[in-house]
Every structure is written in structure tokens, then in C-alpha cells.
């Protein structure tokens, strides 16, 4: 059996190459080895290709049996589905065609017919030709249509002179422009158009190595697999000369690359992801990665991948000016003040040895050290580079590792040096070239701050900009005040980092010019800024963070503002507005948070996010519910494999304790607790925990007695989350809640004597249930000794009508009871102080909860005739 097929998600040109191939193997059988692009399956589903030869089904065929493989427009085992299993066959004879250039593992065959033209369909038609077989005009029209579509009309600059002999060749067989033109004609659909601009907003333009390269980023919820035809509108609207797309879809980024400029060659850097291409079109598919994570490792590929038109020895200062090894360090300074420079190589025999700068040497000197040579002091762990060193690997050394000069190394010889100031201004040539003609997009949040936020807070945030102006330095809002502000939620919970400066330095300039107290936190950074009403702004300084190990405090670092926003647990957490008075109001995204908002969804930054920091997981719940948003698919997927991983076992319990506090504090907490077990993460944090529908009524029941509380208005506070809790925990027994306390360190007086109440207000509510207990008396002297949110949870616990009656009128009415009359009123009805005071007290207070004394005159005449039995029976007990 001989089979012709091709790569998988097939195009025009790869339908049209196997067309081509059944002119040329008339027995062989024609099998797609998967899906197919939409513009194809379209085409073939509404009847606007007929087709010329009969395809069968893969399902059809028996793997086994084939004899011959014919492989059109695809060479790589891992693109033609399960025709791979058949080119490990022994006996079976592979010929090939096709147009990609030769790399990595490609399928080997008897016959090869390669060549570098725009489409693989011209060349199998000019195969035909050279064979002197004909085609009938609906043959041309497809293979004309393959040619079409891969070299964009014959304009692609892949296109090439045999692509248009074999055009050629398909009209003189009567070919029809007008059938391809309305093939390859594509409307785009509301969703492409929606991607389209997504795409035509989230360009961000780059120089690597001399060459403007644009990476733009979109997210669709399932790909579709047609996105190319956006590359090229985009090409044709921007006017760039080399584009990446990245699409976020599901589990997965694609990538859509097109080139119109030799140094870039996109197959080139498809192949280094795993995908493939031409020099001037590729794609590729990164499984398991945030976009984030995706664009990072594009932009690392491309600094790799592209040529760099300048390097070491185009931007070098020489001749080097260098200091001998035994130079002394006062002679150093004299040189180096002498030529007006602020560092230099050190060298023996011309050989690099370490780098001596000027403020060394100045300090050496006033120590009383300028007779001692530089050998001695000078930095001997010196990155250094060779004079065709790339521009961006001689960027990251000196900026990267805060390198202030770079030695050009040739033959161990020392031939230039590059400073900071090289640097600049290469940086501030590439600005230009990069800016040129294309105004910066900003974004500004002013309008949003007007509406949305007290004058007085918006003085505030001006003030801080004013501050950090004063003090050399950048201050921003971030975090989930900038993502509420946008999505129009009402939050004055202000975070502010300072970019460049130090962040307690600035809290306590500011706390001097408005009187404020200022709370450092000298390990983190950070600081608070509280004012006279008890307000609060949190203040950090632009920080690093890194994890010694899974779930463990984070280790600071300074850094700048996008590295302390790539920290943050979420990307639509990851908002800035700057405050400096120049561009006060500016929205800064690095890393696509707006497009993150508008479609409503939690996504991670990086994949590790949730081994680092596992509290993560409870908050992508919480946020998804609040905010009535979805979790990404890949987010969602990262942290069903931390709960494989058991992800809380060595995580602090307070830091868990804290998120899951949170999560009983918002109204959306029943929905966050299904979602909780839904993902398995109650199971980690605590084994007895169970959720179904019996255990949610039970929590919606707790939910609506609060509420029913709060609308007492007693004035007396409960801490709602404290009853949640102890509904959330109810299956657990008494010694697993002290443990679960344990573990999470739950502290306070007040709440330890809540949990610990507990067991003593399931008896209680035995009691009850068990009718024993009917008077109000009896009720209270059972209730009262209990805490207020044990009253709320046995509330909730029952569902005995008559015992839910019993507690409602507890909380409402009994707790408060009082007796009207008090000691004075005693003594004046003739009671001395003493025993016999309390026992009245206690008397009448029973009697006024039963309902036996209403008014201040019934309790008077009791206590009259209390008075009156006790006399009375003293004098019994005296006469007996």
C-alpha cells in the first residue's frame, strides 16, 4: 500500500503538494495525518474545492501494510501524527518533497526532492511540468492556490523565480485567479478581530543587535490554528520587518513568526522552541509555560540567534589606559586624574590581573595607604570580554553585574576598554532608532483617580511623587489599589514602592512633613506610614525576592520596579501608577495586566510561583471569587501538581492561617470553600475537613445567623470569620481542632477561648436538643458562661426548631436581662449588705428570665414577701 500525506493542522499548500503527489503515484492513497486548518476545512466543507481524488480517513488505514510513504511539505517525524510509527518500519520505502531547509532529526528517504521555494507545491508542479503530465483546470486552480497562499500572493520575500515559473505553468493549464482569490480570501471573525486588537496593543519593540524586532501578545480561549493571516495584517498595518506573536490558549503558548530582514531567520528561532519554519515564516507551541515565561524565553533565543551588527571592538575606548600591577595606589590616583577616567585595568606582562577603581584609591590614600601597590586592593573577580563579545552580552555584564568598566580582551591581551558611558551611548542611539516615527502608547489614570478616589488621597499620592522627586528617587502605587482603581472596586488600601532610593528613608521624610509615625521593618525593607485618624500607607522599597526554600519567608534584595512587580503572586496584581509630578497619574504594565482584567482571568507570572509561596493557591481562589473571575487553564494545572506535592506541609502556619482567614472574610466565602475542595486544598489543611452539600447548607446557615446578628444591632462586635471557621472545622474532632490550631498559630486570648469552647457548646447543645432544658433560667445559666460566636455556631448547628427558638432568644433578648431594682433600692426596703442581698438578686433575676416579674413594682413586692418567708422561716427553725 502506498500512502502520500503530510504534517498535521494542514494548509493549502500542504492540500495542494498532496494533490500533486497523486498526479505522481496515481495508486497511492490520500490520508491527512491530523486536523485542518479552518480556511482548508472550510473550503472543503462547504463545497468551494472539489475535490479531484477521494481522501480516506486515518482510521482507515493499517499502519502496518504500507509499503511506500510519500511525505509532502514535511520531513520531521513529529509533525505528521501517526505516520511517524510508520517511518521506523524496516521494509517501507520514504520519498520526499519538500521546501524547508534540512535541520535537527528529519525523516531520511529513497527519494528526495528538495528545494528552497516559496511553497512545496511548486515544487512538486514542476515536477509535473518536467514530466510532461497534464492537469485539468480544477487541479491548477488548487495547486495554484497552495503556491498562492505560502508565498502571499507571489510577494512573500521568500517568493522565488521557480514559484513563479511554476505559477506559470498552472495558468497555461488553465488555472482560475479568480476561484484562488476567493479561497484564499479570509474574514475574520469576532474573535480574531478582538486578538487582532489585543496583538495591535501589546506591541513592545526591541533592539537585539542592531535589528528592531516586535513582539506583540494576545489570548484566545481555544486556538484555532488560522492566526498567521493576523501576522501579516499586522506586518501590512505597522509596516515592521520582523514580528512574533505569542498567543496564550489553554495550556499553552503559540508562537507566529514572520521576517521580512535577513538577520532575523524566524525558522531558526521556531526550531530553537521546538517549532519550524522558513527564514521568513515559522511557528512554534511552548507547552507548559506562562506567557510571561514564553516571552522571556523568545527574547533569550533572539539575543542568541541574531547576528549582532556591533560588538566588542565597534564600542570599545582604546588604547586602553592601564595600571601596572606594582603600581602604588597614590600613583594610581595621579594617573587616573590625569586622563579624567574612574577605573582601569590592572596588568602584568599585558595580562588582566583585576580592575582598580578611583574611589578605592581615593580611600586607600586618606587611610594612609598610598604607598601599598593596587595589587593589593583592587577587584581581582573581574568579568571581561573578547573584542567580538555581542552588545547584549556586554549589556548584561556591566549592567547585569554592576560591572563600572569592562575589559576588551585579544590573545590574553588587554585592547579596550568599555564604560558605563559606552553604554549610554550606544543605549541612546538605539532610543532613537527605535522611537523614530512611532509615538509611545500611555496610558493615564487621572480621569479614574478624579471619580474613584477622596481628594484627599489623591493629595497624598501627589505628595509622595513630590517627596521622591526631592529625593532623587521614583515612587509608584502598585498592586491591588491600581487593579481596583481599573476595575472601579472601591479600595484605599495604598501600597507604595520607591524605585532608586530607599524606602524607610522616604517613609520618615514624609512622616516629618505631615507628623505621622513611621513603623519600619529594617529586614524587608518596608515601612508603614500611619496617620493621626489610624489610616495606613504601606511603603517598600523595589525589592527582589528569592526563597531559600518552598514556602519559606522570601530573602530580599533592591531591585528595580519591574523586578519587584514580577515578585507578585498574579498578573493582574502586577499594576503601577507613577506619582513623580512628570507623568503623575501614568499606568505602567509590564506584564499584560489590563488584558488580564478585561478577560477576567488569574493567571501566575512563572511556573514555580506556587512552589515558592503555596498561600498563592488559596488566593488565586479567593480572587477568582471575588472578583468573578476564571483561574487560568495553566495556572489551574500548576496547582492541582502542588497539591500532588503537598504543598503546605512545610509552609508556616500563620501565613496559611492568614489566607485562609481572608477567605472567610469575604462575602464570597462558601463559593471559595467549594472551589477549595474542588482542587483538593482543604484535604492540606487538615485531613478531616469534608465539604459537601450537607457541610455547605450548614456554612450558609452560620453566613445567614451572622447577618441576622448584625441586624440586632446590639452594638456588642463578634468576629464572623471565628464562627465560619468553627463551621468549616466542625467534622474535625476535639483533639484535631487543637492540633489544626496549633498548627495554624492561631493566638489571642479571645480566640483560643472561643476554639476551646467548643466541645462545651456541642453539650450544651445535647442539652437542648434533648428537651431537658426548658426554662429561660435554665437556658441562660447553660448559655451564658459560653462566648458569643459559640452561641451564632450552635445557631447554625441545629436545625431542632424549638432549639434554634431557645438560642435566637438568648442572643436577642435574655443575655441582656437585668433587674430593675439594685443594691440601693434594697437597703432602702430595709435589706442590710450581705449574703442575704446576693440570694435576692439571684432570686429575682431567675424569676424576671422566666417571665414570673415584669415591672420595678412586681419586684419590690417580691422582694417584700422574700423578706417576709425568710423572717417567717428563721423563726420556725428558731422555735423547733
Same mark, same amino acid.
Given at each position: 500500500?502506498?500512502?502520500?500525506?503530510?504534517?498535521?493542522?494542514?494548509?493549502?499548500?500542504?492540500?495542494?503538494?498532496?494533490?500533486?503527489?497523486?498526479?505522481?503515484?496515481?495508486?497511492?492513497?490520500?490520508?491527512?495525518?491530523?486536523?485542518?486548518?479552518?480556511?482548508?476545512?472550510?473550503?472543503?466543507?462547504?463545497?468551494?474545492?472539489?475535490?479531484?481524488?477521494?481522501?480516506?480517513?486515518?482510521?482507515?488505514?493499517?499502519?502496518?501494510?504500507?509499503?511506500?510513504?510519500?511525505?509532502?511539505?514535511?520531513?520531521?517525524?513529529?509533525?505528521?501524527?501517526?505516520?511517524?510509527?510508520?517511518?521506523?518500519?524496516?521494509?517501507?520505502?520514504?520519498?520526499?518533497?519538500?521546501?524547508?531547509?534540512?535541520?535537527?532529526?528529519?525523516?531520511?528517504?529513497?527519494?528526495?526532492?528538495?528545494?528552497?521555494?516559496?511553497?512545496?507545491?511548486?515544487?512538486?508542479?514542476?515536477?509535473?511540468?518536467?514530466?510532461?503530465?497534464?492537469?485539468?483546470?480544477?487541479?491548477?486552480?488548487?495547486?495554484?492556490?497552495?503556491?498562492?497562499?505560502?508565498?502571499?500572493?507571489?510577494?512573500?520575500?521568500?517568493?522565488?523565480?521557480?514559484?513563479?515559473?511554476?505559477?506559470?505553468?498552472?495558468?497555461?493549464?488553465?488555472?482560475?485567479?479568480?476561484?484562488?482569490?476567493?479561497?484564499?480570501?479570509?474574514?475574520?471573525?469576532?474573535?480574531?478581530?478582538?486578538?487582532?486588537?489585543?496583538?495591535?496593543?501589546?506591541?513592545?519593540?526591541?533592539?537585539?543587535?542592531?535589528?528592531?524586532?516586535?513582539?506583540?501578545?494576545?489570548?484566545?480561549?481555544?486556538?484555532?490554528?488560522?492566526?498567521?493571516?493576523?501576522?501579516?495584517?499586522?506586518?501590512?498595518?505597522?509596516?515592521?520587518?520582523?514580528?512574533?506573536?505569542?498567543?496564550?490558549?489553554?495550556?499553552?503558548?503559540?508562537?507566529?513568526?514572520?521576517?521580512?530582514?535577513?538577520?532575523?531567520?524566524?525558522?531558526?528561532?521556531?526550531?530553537?522552541?521546538?517549532?519550524?519554519?522558513?527564514?521568513?515564516?515559522?511557528?512554534?507551541?511552548?507547552?507548559?509555560?506562562?506567557?510571561?515565561?514564553?516571552?522571556?524565553?523568545?527574547?533569550?533565543?533572539?539575543?542568541?540567534?541574531?547576528?549582532?551588527?556591533?560588538?566588542?571592538?565597534?564600542?570599545?575606548?582604546?588604547?586602553?589606559?592601564?595600571?601596572?600591577?606594582?603600581?602604588?595606589?597614590?600613583?594610581?590616583?595621579?594617573?587616573?586624574?590625569?586622563?579624567?577616567?574612574?577605573?582601569? =585595568? %590592572?596588568?602584568? $606582562?599585558?595580562?588582566?590581573? &583585576? #580592575? @582598580? /577603581? !578611583?574611589?578605592?584609591?581615593? *580611600?586607600?590614600?586618606?587611610?594612609?595607604?598610598?604607598?601599598?601597590?593596587?595589587?593589593?586592593?583592587?577587584?581581582?573577580?573581574?568579568?571581561?570580554?573578547?573584542?567580538?563579545?555581542?552588545?547584549?552580552?556586554?549589556?548584561?555584564?556591566?549592567?547585569?553585574?554592576?560591572?563600572?568598566?569592562? =575589559? %576588551?580582551?585579544? $590573545?590574553?591581551?588587554?585592547? &579596550? #576598554? @568599555? /564604560? !558605563?558611558?559606552?553604554?549610554? *551611548?550606544?543605549?541612546?542611539?538605539?532610543?532613537?532608532?527605535?522611537?523614530?516615527?512611532?509615538?509611545?502608547?500611555?496610558?493615564?489614570?487621572?480621569?479614574?483617580?478624579?471619580?474613584?478616589?477622596?481628594?484627599?488621597?489623591?493629595?497624598?499620592?501627589?505628595?509622595?511623587?513630590?517627596?521622591?522627586?526631592?529625593?532623587?528617587?521614583?515612587?509608584?502605587?502598585?498592586?491591588?489599589?491600581?487593579?481596583?482603581?481599573?476595575?472601579?472596586?472601591?479600595?484605599?488600601?495604598?501600597?507604595?514602592?520607591?524605585?532608586?532610593?530607599?524606602?524607610?528613608?522616604?517613609?520618615?521624610?514624609?512622616?516629618?512633613?505631615?507628623?505621622?509615625?513611621?513603623?519600619?521593618?529594617?529586614?524587608?525593607?518596608?515601612?508603614?506610614?500611619?496617620?493621626?485618624?489610624?489610616?495606613?500607607?504601606?511603603?517598600?522599597?523595589?525589592?527582589?525576592?528569592?526563597?531559600?526554600?518552598?514556602?519559606?519567608?522570601?530573602?530580599?534584595?533592591?531591585?528595580?520596579?519591574?523586578?519587584?512587580?514580577?515578585?507578585?503572586?498574579?498578573?493582574?496584581?502586577?499594576?503601577?501608577?507613577?506619582?513623580?509630578?512628570?507623568?503623575?497619574?501614568?499606568?505602567?504594565?509590564?506584564?499584560?495586566?489590563?488584558?488580564?482584567?478585561?478577560?477576567?482571568?488569574?493567571?501566575?507570572?512563572?511556573?514555580?510561583?506556587?512552589?515558592?509561596?503555596?498561600?498563592?493557591?488559596?488566593?488565586?481562589?479567593?480572587?477568582?471569587?471575588?472578583?468573578?473571575?476564571?483561574?487560568?487553564?495553566?495556572?489551574?494545572?500548576?496547582?492541582?501538581?502542588?497539591?500532588?506535592?503537598?504543598?503546605?506541609?512545610?509552609?508556616?502556619?500563620?501565613?496559611?492561617?492568614?489566607?485562609?482567614?481572608?477567605?472567610?472574610?469575604?462575602?464570597?466565602?462558601?463559593?471559595?470553600?467549594?472551589?477549595?475542595?474542588?482542587?483538593?486544598?482543604?484535604?492540606?489543611?487538615?485531613?478531616?475537613?469534608?465539604?459537601?452539600?450537607?457541610?455547605?447548607?450548614?456554612?450558609?446557615?452560620?453566613?445567614?445567623?451572622?447577618?441576622?446578628?448584625?441586624?440586632?444591632?446590639?452594638?456588642?462586635?463578634?468576629?464572623?470569620?471565628?464562627?465560619?471557621?468553627?463551621?468549616?472545622?466542625?467534622?474535625?474532632?476535639?483533639?484535631?481542632?487543637?492540633?489544626?490550631?496549633?498548627?495554624?498559630?492561631?493566638?489571642?486570648?479571645?480566640?483560643?477561648?472561643?476554639?476551646?469552647?467548643?466541645?462545651?457548646?456541642?453539650?450544651?447543645?445535647?442539652?437542648?436538643?434533648?428537651?431537658?432544658?426548658?426554662?429561660?433560667?435554665?437556658?441562660?445559666?447553660?448559655?451564658?458562661?459560653?462566648?458569643?460566636?459559640?452561641?451564632?455556631?450552635?445557631?447554625?448547628?441545629?436545625?431542632?426548631?424549638?432549639?434554634?427558638?431557645?438560642?435566637?432568644?438568648?442572643?436577642?433578648?435574655?443575655?441582656?436581662?437585668?433587674?430593675?431594682?439594685?443594691?440601693?433600692?434594697?437597703?432602702?426596703?430595709?435589706?442590710?449588705?450581705?449574703?442575704?442581698?446576693?440570694?435576692?438578686?439571684?432570686?429575682?433575676?431567675?424569676?424576671?428570665?422566666?417571665?414570673?416579674?415584669?415591672?420595678?413594682?412586681?419586684?419590690?413586692?417580691?422582694?417584700?414577701?422574700?423578706?417576709?418567708?425568710?423572717?417567717?422561716?428563721?423563726?420556725?427553725?428558731?422555735?423547733?
Amino acid at each position: 500500500m502506498e500512502v502520500i500525506t503530510s504534517h498535521t493542522n494542514a494548509d493549502f499548500d500542504t492540500f495542494a503538494s498532496m494533490i500533486a503527489a497523486k498526479k505522481l503515484y496515481p495508486q497511492a492513497r490520500l490520508v491527512f495525518s491530523g486536523s485542518l486548518e479552518k480556511t482548508l476545512k472550510e473550503a472543503i466543507d462547504s463545497g468551494s474545492v472539489k475535490l479531484p481524488f477521494k481522501f480516506d480517513r486515518i482510521k482507515d488505514i493499517d499502519i502496518k501494510k504500507i509499503k511506500r510513504l510519500i511525505l509532502v511539505d514535511a520531513r520531521h517525524p513529529g509533525r505528521i501524527g501517526p505516520f511517524a510509527e510508520a517511518v521506523c518500519k524496516k521494509d517501507i520505502d520514504i520519498h520526499i518533497y519538500d521546501h524547508h531547509p534540512s535541520t535537527g532529526d528529519v525523516v531520511k528517504g529513497s527519494v528526495e526532492v528538495i528545494a528552497p521555494y516559496g511553497a512545496c507545491t511548486s515544487v512538486l508542479t514542476l515536477v509535473i511540468r518536467d514530466r510532461g503530465l497534464s492537469l485539468t483546470p480544477d487541479e491548477a486552480t488548487i495547486l495554484m492556490a497552495g503556491i498562492y497562499e505560502d508565498t502571499g500572493f507571489l510577494t512573500y520575500p521568500g517568493t522565488t523565480v521557480k514559484d513563479y515559473e511554476a505559477a506559470a505553468f498552472l495558468l497555461s493549464n488553465g488555472a482560475n485567479l479568480t476561484v484562488v482569490s476567493d479561497l484564499l480570501r479570509k474574514e475574520l471573525t469576532p474573535e480574531e478581530v478582538s486578538l487582532l486588537n489585543d496583538f495591535l496593543h501589546s506591541e513592545t519593540k526591541y533592539i537585539i543587535g542592531g535589528v528592531e524586532v516586535v513582539i506583540a501578545e494576545g489570548y484566545i480561549e481555544r486556538y484555532v490554528g488560522d492566526i498567521s493571516i493576523l501576522a501579516h495584517k499586522i506586518r501590512d498595518i505597522e509596516g515592521m520587518n520582523c514580528l512574533f506573536l505569542l498567543v496564550d490558549s489553554e495550556d499553552r503558548v503559540h508562537l507566529i513568526a514572520r521576517s521580512k530582514t535577513p538577520e532575523v531567520d524566524v525558522g531558526k528561532v521556531a526550531r530553537a522552541i521546538g517549532g519550524g519554519g522558513h527564514p521568513n515564516a515559522a511557528s512554534a507551541t511552548l507547552k507548559g509555560v506562562t506567557l510571561i515565561e514564553a516571552k522571556e524565553k523568545l527574547l533569550s533565543i533572539l539575543r542568541k540567534t541574531i547576528a549582532p551588527r556591533r560588538n566588542a571592538s565597534d564600542i570599545m575606548s582604546y588604547p586602553p589606559i592601564t595600571v601596572p600591577a606594582a603600581t602604588t595606589l597614590r600613583q594610581a590616583v595621579d594617573l587616573m586624574r590625569r586622563y579624567n577616567i574612574n577605573a582601569a =585595568p %590592572v596588568v602584568e $606582562d599585558s595580562e588582566i590581573h &583585576g #580592575v @582598580i /577603581t !578611583r574611589q578605592v584609591c581615593d *580611600k586607600a590614600v586618606y587611610h594612609g595607604l598610598g604607598s601599598a601597590p593596587v595589587s593589593d586592593y583592587m577587584t581581582t573577580e573581574v568579568e571581561w570580554v573578547n573584542a567580538d563579545t555581542s552588545i547584549d552580552e556586554i549589556r548584561e555584564k556591566v549592567i547585569g553585574h554592576g560591572q563600572r568598566l569592562l =575589559p %576588551v580582551i585579544r $590573545d590574553k591581551k588587554v585592547v &579596550g #576598554v @568599555i /564604560t !558605563r558611558t559606552d553604554l549610554l *551611548k550606544l543605549l541612546q542611539d538605539e532610543l532613537r532608532e527605535s522611537t523614530e516615527g512611532a509615538p509611545k502608547k500611555v496610558r493615564y489614570l487621572s480621569k479614574h483617580m478624579k471619580e474613584r478616589l477622596p481628594e484627599w488621597v489623591i493629595e497624598i499620592l501627589k505628595e509622595a511623587g513630590e517627596i521622591a522627586e526631592e529625593l532623587g528617587c521614583k515612587a509608584y502605587a502598585v498592586g491591588g489599589f491600581v487593579r481596583d482603581l481599573i476595575l472601579r472596586r472601591d479600595n484605599l488600601d495604598i501600597d507604595i514602592v520607591i524605585e532608586g532610593g530607599d524606602g524607610i528613608v522616604f517613609a520618615h521624610e514624609f512622616a516629618k512633613r505631615r507628623e505621622l509615625r513611621v513603623r519600619p521593618h529594617h529586614r524587608f525593607r518596608t515601612a508603614v506610614l500611619i496617620f493621626p485618624d489610624g489610616f495606613k500607607i504601606d511603603i517598600a522599597t523595589a525589592r527582589l525576592e528569592y526563597y531559600e526554600k518552598p514556602g519559606a519567608l522570601p530573602t530580599i534584595e533592591q531591585s528595580s520596579l519591574k523586578l519587584d512587580l514580577y515578585r507578585r503572586d498574579f498578573i493582574i496584581n502586577t499594576l503601577a501608577i507613577a506619582l513623580n509630578p512628570e507623568g503623575f497619574g501614568e499606568l505602567i504594565d509590564f506584564f499584560g495586566a489590563q488584558k488580564d482584567l478585561k478577560e477576567k482571568t488569574i493567571r501566575v507570572l512563572h511556573n514555580l510561583s506556587f512552589v515558592e509561596d503555596p498561600t498563592r493557591m488559596l488566593r488565586a481562589v479567593r480572587f477568582s471569587e471575588k472578583f468573578d473571575f476564571r483561574i487560568g487553564k495553566h495556572t489551574l494545572n500548576l496547582i492541582k501538581n502542588s497539591v500532588k506535592l503537598d504543598s503546605f506541609r512545610q509552609l508556616s502556619g500563620a501565613r496559611l492561617f492568614e489566607e485562609l482567614k481572608n477567605i472567610l472574610e469575604e462575602e464570597t466565602a462558601v463559593k471559595s470553600i467549594r472551589k477549595l475542595n474542588e482542587l483538593g486544598l482543604l484535604k492540606l489543611i487538615h485531613k478531616s475537613i469534608t465539604w459537601d452539600i450537607d457541610r455547605e447548607l450548614f456554612f450558609e446557615r452560620a453566613k445567614e445567623a451572622l447577618t441576622w446578628y448584625k441586624l440586632l444591632f446590639t452594638g456588642e462586635p463578634v468576629e464572623e470569620w471565628l464562627v465560619l471557621f468553627l463551621a468549616l472545622t466542625d467534622p474535625l474532632t476535639e483533639s484535631e481542632l487543637s492540633s489544626l490550631v496549633k498548627r495554624l498559630l492561631i493566638s489571642g486570648k479571645k480566640r483560643l477561648f472561643v476554639l476551646n469552647s467548643r466541645i462545651d457548646g456541642i453539650k450544651a447543645l445535647n442539652r437542648l436538643n434533648s428537651g431537658m432544658v426548658k426554662k429561660n433560667s435554665d437556658i441562660y445559666e447553660l448559655l451564658k458562661p459560653l462566648p458569643l460566636e459559640i452561641h451564632i455556631y450552635l445557631l447554625a448547628r441545629t436545625q431542632n426548631e424549638n432549639v434554634k427558638k431557645a438560642l435566637s432568644i438568648f442572643i436577642a433578648k435574655l443575655r441582656y436581662t437585668e433587674t430593675m431594682l439594685k443594691g440601693a433600692d434594697l437597703k432602702k426596703l430595709g435589706i442590710e449588705e450581705g449574703p442575704i442581698m446576693g440570694e435576692i438578686f439571684r432570686t429575682l433575676f431567675k424569676k424576671r428570665l422566666d417571665g414570673e416579674i415584669h415591672t420595678k413594682e412586681d419586684e419590690e413586692e417580691f422582694v417584700k414577701t422574700y423578706v417576709k418567708w425568710k423572717k417567717n422561716r428563721k423563726a420556725e427553725k428558731k422555735a423547733k
